[in-house]
Every structure is written in structure tokens, then in C-alpha cells.
């Protein structure tokens, strides 16, 4: 896997947004596997899909490219708010990329994060633009990836450094469990999995998971059985191999 972008596939382009588009999708193209199944090489869809960007022609999974300038950090720009609510809420929603690069066009991060991780929580819902923009109304919305799980930020690179490939397939098969879920079931799987990713030590209790339990009835208010939740998660997250129950209320987590 090369790194660096190949700056030729840019020229005859003036726009910042263009060269950006044609270089990322370029490398994508040209170094990326599926982290779904191994397959090499990825295949790019036509140039304006509204779906995705590229396909496996493996396993049949598809992907979105989105690339930023400088430190990934958290948040990250997208299209039209109810547009993107009505793709990841669907049955065909795609996996996402997400890549930052550095001024010299170099690949810093790249990640995946699997379709099933996406939850309407993640999207925020900007500004409508003012009456005096050209597309006055008109709703965008950013990608907030700190809210998706550690388990579900999958890096393929990490501060430039490549990730062998057989540590990113178990990865994100260690949660393919989730895709058979509904968005409600994933809802409280997820939220009780940041809870536990949140106690940043290997090991905690179910009394330190309880100490979420404010947290999580603001989100469901009309839950009065917020702690008998949190142990059904954390039975099915025991069962799914993410962590490990070691009796009297004591968990260990199961890192790769």
C-alpha cells in the first residue's frame, strides 16, 4: 500500500475540490481492499452514483469516500440532512470511508466504519442557509464519528501506519452480528457498548456500567427499566465474544 497520492491523476483540474475528489478516489482505487471480505482490488462506481463510490464485486458490499484536509478530528461534512437520515435508516445504506490526508498528499488515516454503525444519533443536523444563499433553505448535516463505538472505527491506516489486513477483517467481523439487527435493537446494543468503551480500563463492574444509567434514560425517557437493559446488553455482548463475564457483577473486555 502507497501512501502518497499520485499528483498526475490531477492534472488539467483548477478547482481545490476537484483535485481533492480525483486524488482520494484515485488512492482508494488503487490501494484499498474490501475490509468486508479481503477482495483486491475495489471497484469505483461511475462518477455521480448516489449511492456510493465504490463496490466489492466479491461480496457485493458497497462504500462512500469521505476525505478531509488535515487532522480527521470528530466531526465531518456531508450533503443534505434528510437525504443521508433516509440512506442510513434504509436497507441498501452503504459502509463508509473516511480519509484525512496532509499537505504534502499523504494518506494520515484511513478507516472504515460498517453501514450497521451508522444510527440517526451520529448525523447533526445543521443551519438551514440563509435567504440570501443561493440555495436559501437548503439543510446540510456533519458525521459525528466520536458517537460511533471504538469497535466500529475500523482503521486500515492509523497515523500513517498500515494495519495488517488480517487484524482489519476480524475486526469488523467481530460485529457482523449487528447487520441482522433492527435499527432500535442496534440503538441499545451500541449505546450500552459506548458506555462500556467509555470506562477506559480492561476491566469494570456492572456498578460502574449502572453509573450510566442517567445518561441512557434522557436518551430513553420512557424506559423505567434502564438497569435490566444494561444487563441484557451486556449478556449479549458477553455471548458475541466483545467481552467476558468473570462472575460477581466483574467484566473483562476482549481486545484484538
Keep these: 500500500m502507497n501512501l502518497n497520492f499520485d499528483l498526475k491523476k490531477a492534472e488539467g483540474y483548477s478547482s481545490k475540490s476537484q483535485i481533492a475528489r480525483v486524488l482520494t478516489e484515485n488512492w482508494v482505487k488503487e490501494n484499498s481492499y474490501c475490509p468486508c471480505c479481503g477482495a483486491l482490488p475495489i471497484i ?5 452514483r448516489p449511492v456510493a463510490d465504490f463496490y466489492c464485486s466479491v461480496c457485493a458490499e458497497e462504500f462512500e469516500l469521505k476525505s478531509k484536509n488535515g487532522n480527521l478530528g470528530r466531526i465531518i461534512n456531508d450533503g443534505a440532512y434528510e437525504t443521508m437520515i433516509s ?10 470511508f473516511f480519509l484525512s490526508y496532509n499537505k504534502s498528499f499523504a494518506v ?6 460498517p453501514k450497521h454503525f451508522f444510527t440517526p444519533e451520529i448525523i447533526i443536523k445543521r443551519n438551514p442557509l440563509k435567504d440570501t444563499a443561493k440555495r436559501a433553505g437548503w439543510i ?3 458525521i459525528d464519528i466520536s458517537k460511533v463505538p ?27 452480528f449487528l447487520k441482522s439487527k433492527s435499527l432500535d435493537a442496534r440503538g441499545w ?13 480492561p476491566t469494570f463492574t456492572i456498578d460502574e456500567l449502572y453509573a450510566f444509567e442517567n445518561k441512557l434514560k434522557i436518551k430513553y425517557p420512557n ?5 435490566d437493559k444494561i444487563r441484557q446488553q451486556l449478556q449479549f455482548l458477553r455471548d458475541k465474544g466483545l ?3 468473570n462472575g460477581r457483577g466483574n467484566y473483562t473486555k476482549i481486545e484484538l
Design 44 to 48: 469505483e462506481y461511475s462518477n455521480n
Design 87 to 96: 440512506r442510513i435508516t434504509s436497507n441498501t445504506n452503504p459502509n463508509f
Design 108 to 113: 494520515e488515516n484511513f478507516l472504515v466504519i
Design 140 to 142: 446540510g448535516c456533519t
Design 150 to 176: 471504538e469497535s466500529g472505527r475500523i482503521f486500515i491506516v492509523e497515523n500513517s501506519r498500515i494495519i495488517e489486513q488480517d487484524k482489519v477483517n476480524i475486526k469488523l467481523q467481530r460485529t457482523d
Design 189 to 201: 446494543i451500541l449505546d450500552v457498548l459506548n458506555c462500556v468503551e467509555d470506562i477506559k480500563k
Design 223 to 227: 424506559n423505567n427499566h434502564i438497569k
Design 243 to 245: 467481552i467476558e463475564f
